[in-house]
Structures are given as C-alpha cells and as structure tokens.
C-alpha cells in the first residue's frame, strides 16, 4: 500500500504538477510531497523527480526546465 502510494505521488508530480505555470504552487505541491526546498529556490517546469520524500534543495537554486532527479538511492542535496 506504501508503494502505491508513493508512485501516485511520483505520477501526480511528475505528470499534473510539472506542466502548472505556476511556480508557487507548483512549490507547495513539492514541499507537500516531502521535498525540502529552501528559500528563494526557482523550479521551473516539467521537472522529473523520483522520491521526492528523499530529496532536499538548497537555498538559492534553480532547477531548470525538463530535468530529470532521482533521489532513490538515498538523501539528495541539489
């Protein structure tokens, strides 16, 4: 059930949330999918994330269009 979970998770991000102009939401769609995001980090559109529960990124960050991160392997510091 934790896995089904997770990978609806992993779809509502990566396939709704991604494609929303809106980087605000998109901001708290991430941080309520357990990503940690610091302060005055811009993500753009159609990111890509596996685990997001995993991953953390720094203040001062910007993910760029159409990248692809994958935290599966353990905690992620971008």
């Not at 994330?49 to 760029?64: E, S, Y």
Request: hydrophobic residues 40%.
């Amino acid at each position: 059930m934790k896995n089904l979970l997770a990978s609806f998770i992993e779809f509502f991000l990566n396939h709704l949330v991604a494609h929303i102009p809106s980087k605000p939401f998109r901001r708290l769609c991430y941080r309520a999918a357990g990503m940690k995001i610091g302060k005055k980090t811009h993500i753009d559109m159609n990111l890509y994330v596996l685990a997001p529960h995993r991953m953390q990124i720094g203040k001062h960050c910007h993910i760029n269009q159409s990248c692809f991160i994958d935290a599966r392997g353990g905690g992620t510091n971008v």
